[in-house]
Each structure stands twice: as C-alpha cells, then as structure tokens.
C-alpha cells in the first residue's frame, strides 16, 4: 500500500527525468503522510459514530425497537459511503503496485460490500419511521432526498461499472471513453455521500435537543461532522493530484478479457 523511502526516491528520480521529457509520471511525494491521516480521520469518524450511537443514542436492536433499530442507520452509511467510499476511489492509488486484474476485483468486491451496508443502513431508517408509533412520514427532508438521490446514483454506478469493466466482452476502447465519466461519477457520490451525512447530524440534532447550544451530545456530533470535511477533503486532494495517479504498468497490458496479470 505504502512506498518506502527508497521506492519514493526512485520515483521521484524518475519523475524528475520524464517531467524534464515532458511526460505525465507517478511522483509519490507526500502521498503517505497524507494517505495515512486521511485513514486515520477516517478511523476516528467511524470509532466517533460507534460511541454516539451506542453511549448517547443507546445502543442497536432491530425490529424490535424502531427508535434503536434507526441507530443502524446513521453507523452503517457512515462506515459504507463515506470510510470505505472514500477507500474504493482511492484503491488505485494506495494499492497501486498491486497488478491492475486484482485491483479491479478489489474495487468491484468492495463496492458490493458498500452495497450490502447501505441497504442494510436504508431498511434501518424505513423502518424506524413505518414501525414508530405512531409511523412517521419518509423522504420529506432535505437529508432524504439527497440520501436517496446518492443511493440510487450509487446503485447505478455499480451496475454500468460492473458491465463496463469486468466483462470480458466489452471493447477496450469503449471502456476508455468511459472510465473518465466513471471517475467522475464515483467521486461525486462520494462528495454527495459526505453531504448527506452533514445533513443527516444536522437533521438529527436539530430534532433530538431542545438546548442544541448546550448538548454535549451536539457538540460530538459537530464535531463528526468536521472530521467528515477533513476526511473529504483529503481523500478529494489525493485523488485529484495527477502525479498520484497510477499509470499503466507493463504487466497491465492483459486484463480480465484473458491471460495473467
């Protein structure tokens, strides 16, 4: 995942020599001081989550208690669209001198894990409003929407990347005139995803405390909240310096379409 200090001088050497030739290179500089905050903020909002929804908010059942069963569903998002999403975006660069076959099945196995919590964090808050009583009304918030709207981006994604670039076959130059869009797509739900998280404690605090100002509880949630900025942000300047990018490499030339990495 990371790069020891004499791969790094090897790839700055040879970033140096190609920058000089004029050509786009991998120049790793940086790179794991900030990756490893980046996973460390990103622990630390999960371990937060965990706290708030077990010591403030009492803990988890399912069906059995709507009002327990919701906190699924705030912990659930958190760790699936948000700590893994921004894990899946940046999968190409932190594990980078993996061969491109596996990275590719690491990328597409994660997102279905993502998948499968973000269901499971959706059946949490139905239920949570259609089990209350008295049942309370869905998809009426700002948070809903945006929620919805990035789950069914999301599952879109999912399935046209899945087609795209893992079966076999799909014509190379088809998938280069869509992996840009892809790109795009997947680090804009991520951006959506952090949204709607910020929304959701907003929406959250604001229906829970009748003293917002004075809530401890409020001021852990704030402060999530600010670590889900700063996860953001670091996982949007790794992503978008292009001297991290992970440019093909020899043995890349045979894909999924047939023969080894």
Not at 106 to 130: E, K, M, Q, R
Not at 174 to 194: A, K, Q, T
Not at 239 to 250: A, E, G, M
Request: proline share 4%; charged share 10%.
């Amino acid at each position: 995942m990371a790069m020891n200090g004499q791969e790094l001088n090897s790839r700055s050497t040879q970033a140096t020599d190609s920058k000089m030739a004029g050509h786009q290179v991998e120049d790793l500089r940086g790179f794991n001081p900030i990756f490893y905050f980046s996973q460390a903020v990103g622990a630390a909002i999960v371990v937060l989550v965990s706290i708030w929804t077990i010591h403030h908010r009492g803990g988890f059942t399912w069906r059995s208690n709507p009002g327990l069963e919701f906190n699924w569903h705030p912990l659930l998002m958190t760790i699936g669209l948000v700590y893994l999403g921004g894990n899946v975006n940046l999968i190409y660069r932190s594990l980078r001198n993996y061969g491109k076959k596996g990275l590719k099945l690491s990328h597409a196995c994660l997102h279905g894990v993502i998948l499968i919590l973000v269901l499971f964090g959706l059946v949490a808050a139905f239920d949570s409003h259609n089990f209350a009583v008295p049942p309370k009304p869905n998809l009426y918030t700002l948070h809903s929407w945006i929620g919805l709207l990035t789950v069914i981006l999301y599952c879109s994604q999912y399935v046209v990347g899945f087609i795209s670039f893992m079966y076999p076959g799909i014509a190379d130059a088809l998938r280069g005139v869509l992996m840009p869009y892809h790109v795009f797509c997947g680090v804009s739900i991520f951006i959506m995803s952090s949204c709607a998280v910020l929304t959701g404690l907003l929406e959250k605090a604001i229906f829970t405390f009748k003293d917002y100002a004075s809530s401890g509880e409020g001021f852990l949630m704030n402060f999530i909240g600010l670590l889900v900025i700063l996860y953001t942000i670091l996982i949007g300047y790794l992503l978008h310096k292009p001297s991290y990018k992970r440019y093909p490499r020899p043995e890349d030339g045979v894909l999924l379409a047939g023969g080894l990495d």
